[in-house]
């Protein structure tokens, strides 16, 4: 009968995958994604070590692999509404025994997301992702992992378009020669601007224009624009740059006019037809010609026909995954880490940051707190390839608001807007409103931000943006809050999450840091979560872990959290160390329930309450001593004299 070990060892065989024990889907070497192995000494000693290890394979490079989740309302079905019918491929079914399973494809290349995939389905991808394979058992049932089906599969065409982040080219339009007439004063502003000031009035009048729905006048700003010298692109970017910031349009700017033949023979992508959630925008089957002629409002009822037929979904978190491969970040939306300083949230940006680099993703980096030698050495030692990082990492320290200052910095952060990003992070809120005057205490200013600079960050390279604050002292009135107004929190479209510090973290230390999920809009995090608090609502997400006990490198990884005992493990142990320490000062003398009260920890009612009940169970002898008090003793063990002896 083979053993796990030769079944492991026969996989691994020739070009196989590289594996690591596990337990409880938990990574049981420091690691692994660059000391998970193949190389069959090295295996032999893990499960020698680990007998009743599961064993995990990191996805290799050549594969990608669906993880269907029952549990969360995945299914075949579900994802084949999305991709279409799938081949037969290799396939692990999961040992819970609800049909959850892991099928294994050949990775198309290129660049894929997740974000199209429906709830409970997820992406297993090369290098950051590994999976617990057979004959792993599983944690919770005991039952074998299986496998099912042979050979990797291509995936269809329809399925590799699914898994295509979507494009975003601009709109091209074409040149206007004759000047603007217009008695109108905004109008004039922007035909009458010199070169240097020719974008910032433009994108000042469009918001004028915009914010009191004198839309008429847009065809006449783009016209005044293109004959003081902007380009087509340039001009149609900063008014639809405007729209944006003044969220009065869902619609792309299009001139119309004179240049309806030019809209009316192909419908022309853009990079506005993204919604919030990064995905499509559905379009009218009139085009977009009809769009610029009956401009849709935001009080218009939206047509739900895509959400109702599956078409849309709502969003999967798919990012700075955990070693069980549940995610804590969706693409395209806004996220927050707060904590205290040196509590290390920026250190988990850094860390998913360098996981992103390593697949060859865009990340871009703004800081505001920080310095680019230490978020490089950082990357370095998390082991980022140097070509990554500089071909990968878009990384600025802003000073200015990124649309009211000069040109070049709105064309820049056009640039910014336009590039695809997987991940984005901006390190030092309260330090970035106030480059753009707002108040981090006023909840108008603090929504404003958020939609100009945040949202439209995710909403046009479907990043999952990160914000890093900072929290309030008090660990008493903080609660779910970053430091300042409540819409930091409340303008939030992705989940927020407060970061503690369990052990500290510094050069030569390995630092562990709890993390607690304070907001989940769409809500498919928190159903990881444990330990959920009713008084500030926070519950246990995740622990991070950054160890830096070599001074030479810094290995990162985030693991699910250890449920917390249960309310009758909580009163074992309280019983415990209650007995433990009157066993200890009774060497002395008896002690008196004040003795006892300030040598254990923990709140006095509680222990109160316990010692009762270990007075009432016969486990403590409580007899009257002097000035009324009561002294207390730990009878031995039966058949033993022992007082140090722990009773039943």
């Given at each position: 009968m083979s053993t796990m070990l030769d079944e492991v060892l026969e996989l691994v065989q020739g070009?196989?995958?590289?594996?690591?024990?596990?337990?409880?889907?938990?990574?049981?070497?420091?690691?692994?994604?660059?000391?998970?192995?193949?190389?069959?000494?090295?295996?032999?000693?893990?499960?020698?070590?680990?007998?009743?290890?599961?064993?995990?394979?990191?996805?290799?490079?050549?594969?990608?692999?669906?993880?269907?989740?029952?549990?969360?309302?995945?299914?075949?079905?579900?994802?084949?509404?999305?991709?279409?019918?799938?081949?037969?491929?290799?396939?692990?079914?999961?040992?819970?025994?609800?049909?959850?399973?892991?099928?294994?494809?050949?990775?198309?290349?290129?660049?894929?997301?997740?974000?199209?995939?429906?709830?409970?389905?997820?992406?297993?991808?090369?290098?950051?992702?590994?999976?617990?394979?057979?004959?792993?058992?599983?944690?919770?049932?005991?039952?074998?992992?299986?496998?099912?089906?042979?050979?990797?599969?291509?995936?269809?065409?329809?399925?590799?378009?699914?898994?295509?982040?979507?494009?975003?080219?601009?709109?091209p339009l074409p040149a206007v020669t004759a000047r603007p007439s217009s008695s109108h004063g905004l109008v004039r502003a922007v035909a009458e601007a010199v070169e240097g000031q020719r974008n910032q009035k433009l994108y000042w009048a469009a918001c004028r224009a915009?914010?009191?729905?004198?839309?008429?006048?847009?065809?006449?700003?783009?016209?005044?624009?293109?004959?003081?010298?902007?380009?087509?692109?340039?001009?149609?970017?900063?008014?639809?740059?405007?729209?944006?910031?003044?969220?009065?349009?869902?619609?792309?700017?299009?001139?119309?006019?004179?240049?309806?033949?030019?809209?009316?023979?192909?419908?022309?992508?853009?990079?506005?037809?993204?919604?919030?959630?990064?995905?499509?925008?559905p379009k009218s089957d009139a085009g977009l010609s009809e769009a610029a002629e009956s401009p849709q409002t935001t009080w218009q009822p939206l047509d739900l026909t895509a959400y109702v037929d599956g078409t849309l979904k709502p969003a999967q978190p798919s990012l700075m995954t955990r070693a069980d491969g549940v995610g804590l970040l969706y693409e395209g939306l806004v996220h927050s880490l707060n904590g205290e300083s040196e509590s290390g949230k920026s250190m988990l940006a850094i860390g998913e940051t360098s996981i992103q680099l390593k697949a060859g993703h865009r990340v871009l980096f703004l800081d505001y707190e920080s310095d680019p030698a230490t978020v490089v050495d950082r990357l370095l030692k998390m082991g980022t390839p140097k070509s990554n990082i500089t071909e990968y990492l878009h990384y600025a320290q802003p000073e200015v608001d990124p649309v009211t200052s000069t040109v070049h910095e709105l064309q820049q952060w056009q640039q910014i807007l336009s590039t695809k990003y997987t991940l984005a992070v901006i390190d030092g809120v309260t330090e970035a409103l106030g480059t753009s005057n707002a108040s981090s205490m006023d909840n108008d200013e603090v929504a404003h931000w958020i939609r100009k600079v945040p949202r439209a960050i995710a909403d046009n390279t479907g990043a999952a943006t990160v914000l890093i604050d900072h929290v309030t002292k008090s660990r008493?009135?903080?609660?779910?809050?970053?430091?300042?107004?409540?819409?930091?929190?409340?303008?939030?479209?992705?989940?927020?999450?407060?970061?503690?510090?369990?052990?500290?973290?510094?050069?030569?230390?390995?630092?562990?840091?709890?993390?607690?999920?304070?907001?989940?809009?769409?809500?498919?995090?928190?159903?990881?979560?444990?330990?959920?608090?009713?008084?500030?609502?926070?519950?246990?997400?995740?622990?991070?872990?950054?160890?830096?006990?070599?001074?030479?490198?810094?290995?990162y990884r985030l693991e699910a959290p250890t449920p917390p005992p249960t309310p009758a493990d909580a009163d074992a142990e309280l019983k415990t160390k209650i007995i433990n320490s009157i066993r200890a000062l009774q060497k002395i003398a008896p002690p008196s329930w004040a003795k006892i009260r300030a040598d254990v920890s923990g709140r006095n009612e509680d222990k109160k309450d316990a010692l009762n009940e270990l007075i009432a169970e016969g486990k403590v002898i409580a007899t009257p001593g002097p000035r009324n008090s009561t002294l207390h003793t730990v009878p031995p063990v039966p058949g033993t004299s022992s007082h140090n002896a722990v009773p039943d």
């Open positions: 070009d196989g995958p590289r594996v690591l024990p596990c337990k409880d889907k938990r990574s049981l070497i420091k690691d692994w994604p660059n000391k998970a192995s193949n190389d069959p000494d090295q295996i032999r000693q893990w499960f020698t070590q680990y007998p009743d290890a599961q064993v995990a394979a990191v996805v290799p490079d050549h594969v990608l692999i669906f993880d269907i989740d029952i549990r969360n309302g995945g299914s075949q079905e579900t994802l084949e509404a999305v991709t279409g019918p799938l081949p037969d491929s290799l396939t692990t079914i999961s040992g819970r025994g609800d049909g959850g399973k892991h099928v294994w494809v050949k990775h198309p290349g290129g660049e894929i997301s997740a974000r199209n995939l429906p709830r409970g389905v997820d992406l297993r991808k090369p290098g950051v992702h590994y999976v617990i394979i057979p004959p792993s058992l599983h944690n919770e049932t005991g039952k074998p992992y299986q496998w099912a089906g042979s050979g990797l599969a291509e995936l269809p065409a329809q399925a590799v378009d699914a898994l295509r982040p979507p494009a975003k080219p601009s709109v915009f914010d009191h729905g004198d839309t008429d006048i847009i065809q006449e700003l783009f016209e005044a624009a293109l004959h003081v010298g902007l380009t087509d692109s340039e001009a149609s970017s900063t008014i639809d740059s405007a729209r944006r910031t003044e969220r009065q349009q869902p619609e792309p700017f299009v001139p119309s006019g004179q240049f309806d033949h030019f809209y009316k023979s192909a419908e022309i992508p853009h990079l506005s037809e993204v919604t919030r959630s990064g995905s499509p925008a008493d009135t903080r609660g779910r809050f970053a430091i300042g107004a409540q819409s930091k929190l409340s303008s939030l479209s992705g989940a927020a999450y407060m970061v503690e510090p369990l052990e500290p973290l510094g050069v030569g230390m390995e630092g562990r840091l709890q993390i607690k999920v304070a907001k989940d809009r769409p809500g498919s995090v928190r159903p990881h979560s444990v330990g959920w608090d009713k008084t500030d609502r926070l519950a246990i997400i995740a622990e991070g872990v950054i160890d830096s006990t070599d001074p030479a490198q810094i290995i």
